[in-house]
């Protein structure tokens, strides 16, 4: 079993940015593809980025690329999701997800989740 504990999330003007972070418990960290999601109200969970176990590969929506970031530190079980240039139509809770058994962008591939933390971008 993993459990998942996001943080970092906040209110901010447009053109800020915020850093995420989410913590694993288990001692297989490294082995997990990590991916975050959104989900603003009234709309479906949304992918937004994901990282190989390694590190090495990432994958982004393409309205991110270029403005967001993730990472991980496996030495402390956390990825990251660093966040520049917000906009509001960022706003939305953000999740992470951990160990997908399929497609990166499927939040249905996932196996386990943390419990969301509210990115609010004003203008």
């Known amino acids: 079993q993993v459990q998942l504990v996001e943080s970092g999330g906040g209110l901010v003007q447009a053109g800020e940015s915020l850093r995420l972070s989410c913590v694993a418990s288990?001692?297989?960290?490294?082995?997990?593809?990590m991916g975050w999601f959104r989900q603003a109200p009234g709309k479906e969970r949304e992918f937004v980025a994901a990282i190989t176990g390694s590190g090495v590969y990432t994958r982004y929506i393409d309205s991110v690329k270029g403005r967001f970031t993730i990472s991980r530190g496996n030495a402390n079980n956390t990825v990251y999701l660093q966040m520049n240039s917000l906009k509001p139509e960022d706003t939305a809770v953000y999740y992470c997800?951990?160990?997908?058994?399929?497609?990166?962008?499927?939040?249905?591939?996932?196996?386990?989740w943390g419990q969301g933390t509210q990115v609010t971008v004003f203008s």
């Open positions: 997800g951990a160990d997908a058994q399929g497609g990166w962008t499927d939040f249905s591939s996932y196996k386990y």
């Open positions: 288990g001692r297989t960290f490294s082995f997990y593809m």
